[in-house]
Nanobody, 124 residues
Framework: QVQLVESGGGLVQAGGSLRLSCAAS????????MGWFRQAPGKEREFVAA????????YYADFVKGRFTISRDNAKNTVYLQMNSLKPEDTAVYYC?????????????????WGQGTQVTVSS
């Protein structure tokens, strides 16, 4: 079982930065991949980034590569999403999620656990 709690969302002007945090708890975190997804009004939930607890390998959606960075602090059981050069198109609810190892991590359907989401709003 994994419990996830996101924080760090807010309002920022275009070009600004935010860092989202996802506090995770559970006895088998090493067996999971942690992902960030986002969902804007009228759009499907889309993959943003994912990282494994055990190494530095990360996966990014094309639209955030070079702007966003996913990282994790195993000692704190926390995953971060550093978002730089934010655009109004990045406005969405951002969700932290956990998937078992060995799955297609870019698809929301394979994730077993989800946080409550945190709102990110980027103004022009």
């Amino acid at each position: 079982q994994v419990q996830l709690v996101e924080s760090g969302g807010g309002l920022v002007q275009a070009g600004g930065s935010l860092r989202l945090s996802c506090a995770a708890s559970g006895r088998t975190l090493s067996m999971y991949v942690m992902g960030w997804f986002r969902q804007a009004p009228g759009k499907e939930r889309e993959f943003v980034a994912a990282v494994r607890w055990s190494d530095e390998m990360a996966y990014y959606a094309d639209f955030v590569k070079g702007r966003f960075t996913i990282s994790r602090d195993n000692a704190k059981n926390t995953v971060y999403l550093q978002m730089n050069s934010l655009k109004p198109e990045d406005t969405a609810v951002y969700y932290c999620a956990a998937a078992r190892l060995g799955r297609a991590y870019t698809y929301a359907a394979v994730y077993d656990y989800w946080g409550q989401g945190t709102q990110v709003t980027v103004s022009s």
